[in-house]
């Protein structure tokens, strides 16, 4: 037997379905968007797995295809949400349609880590070696960070993945210094800019880190001995983890065996 307003079995009422639907809301609402950059191995995909929660989306850029499946695969299960953005941050074409995949959605988080290293005496590069340098390590990172930092709320963060060759010379390593040296600039003036907004900008200097960069450079190097990405993914997650109102501007990590 039923009765005027009664709900049929097997049926779902409309209040239900608005209490289901406003749950939604809720979390899509409180979902946090963080965007990483070179995410398809190394450092970038160490830093995914660190920061993936049910309640983050994470935003995973890219080059190689079947890397950042796998980044993906990985981190997945622990995600409310994983995008692969597979974009050639060298050109500027690939970084406004990696802006424009993104969205118009603030993100919480952003970490430029995507990086390549031309090592060679500077009279052998070209000039093409040169733009790709600039190009990925520093108007990419330049453009991201235009383009995002505005509508970031307050407490949010942005990465920048530089190098002990941010403040040191190395012989041979001149474009990549270079790159290094100008983000640190830019970041660090970016720093001051943002901190009335109370949006974080936090710079790690990592020594020599044993990632797949070390097989496209000619030479024997020691990657045994080489920081793993997963120290460098640590020191992030804590300079993160601090309260919202305090800042670790600046980290440097090495090895004890020294600066490789």
Same mark, same amino acid.
């Given at each position: 037997?039923?009765? !005027?307003?009664?709900?049929?079995? #097997?049926?779902?009422?409309?209040?239900?379905?608005?209490?289901?639907?406003?749950?939604?809301?809720?979390? =899509?609402?409180?979902?946090?968007?963080? @965007?990483?950059? #070179?995410?398809?191995?190394?450092?970038?995909?160490?830093?995914?797995?660190?920061?993936?929660?049910?309640?983050?989306?994470?935003? +995973? /850029? #890219?080059?190689?295809?079947?890397? +950042?499946?796998?980044?993906?695969?990985?981190?997945?299960?622990?995600?409310?949400?994983?995008?692969?953005?597979? /974009?050639?941050?060298?050109?500027?074409? #690939?970084?406004?349609? +990696?802006?424009?995949?993104?969205?118009?959605?603030?993100?919480?988080? @952003?970490?430029?880590?995507?990086?390549? !290293?031309?090592? &060679?005496? =500077?009279?052998?590069?070209?000039?093409?070696?040169?733009?790709?340098?600039?190009?990925? %390590?520093?108007?990419?990172?330049?453009? @991201?960070?235009?383009? =995002?930092?505005?509508?970031?709320?307050?407490?949010?963060?942005?990465? %920048?993945?530089?190098?002990?060759?941010? &403040?040191?010379?190395?012989?041979?390593?001149?474009?990549?210094?270079?790159?290094?040296?100008?983000?640190?600039?830019?970041?660090?003036?970016?720093?001051?800019?943002?901190?009335?907004?109370?949006?974080?900008?936090?710079?790690?200097?990592?020594?020599?880190?044993?990632?797949?960069?070390?097989?496209?450079?000619?030479?024997?190097?020691?990657?045994?001995?080489?920081? %793993?990405?997963t120290q460098v993914a640590d020191a992030v997650a804590f300079a993160l983890a601090r309260?919202?109102?305090?800042?670790?501007?600046?980290?440097?990590?090495?090895?004890?065996?020294?600066?490789?």
């Amino acid at each position: 037997m039923s009765f !005027a307003g009664d709900t049929p079995a #097997g049926t779902v009422s409309d209040s239900a379905l608005d209490v289901g639907c406003s749950a939604l809301d809720v979390f =899509f609402k409180n979902m946090k968007r963080y @965007l990483i950059t #070179g995410a398809s191995r190394g450092i970038g995909r160490a830093i995914a797995e660190k920061l993936a929660g049910k309640d983050v989306e994470l935003l +995973l /850029h #890219g080059r190689d295809t079947v890397a +950042l499946t796998q980044t993906r695969k990985i981190v997945e299960v622990q995600c409310a949400k994983v995008t692969p953005l597979i /974009h050639d941050l060298a050109t500027a074409r #690939g970084v406004s349609d +990696l802006i424009a995949e993104v969205g118009r959605e603030p993100i919480e988080l @952003l970490v430029n880590n995507a990086g390549i !290293a031309i090592v &060679k005496p =500077f009279t052998e590069i070209t000039s093409i070696e040169w733009e790709q340098t600039v190009g990925v %390590n520093v108007t990419a990172p330049f453009l @991201l960070t235009q383009r =995002f930092a505005p509508r970031m709320p307050p407490g949010s963060s942005i990465v %920048n993945i530089l190098s002990v060759a941010a &403040k040191t010379a190395f012989p041979n390593w001149s474009a990549y210094c270079m790159s290094k040296f100008a983000l640190e600039g830019f970041s660090r003036c970016v720093r001051e800019e943002l901190r009335d907004r109370k949006v974080r900008v936090i710079n790690v200097y990592p020594a020599a880190t044993d990632t797949d960069i070390w097989s496209q450079v000619e030479g024997k190097w020691p990657r045994d001995r080489m920081m %793993n990405a997963t120290q460098v993914a640590d020191a992030v997650a804590f300079a993160l983890a601090r309260p919202t109102d305090t800042l670790v501007e600046n980290l440097t990590l090495s090895s004890l065996v020294g600066n490789l």
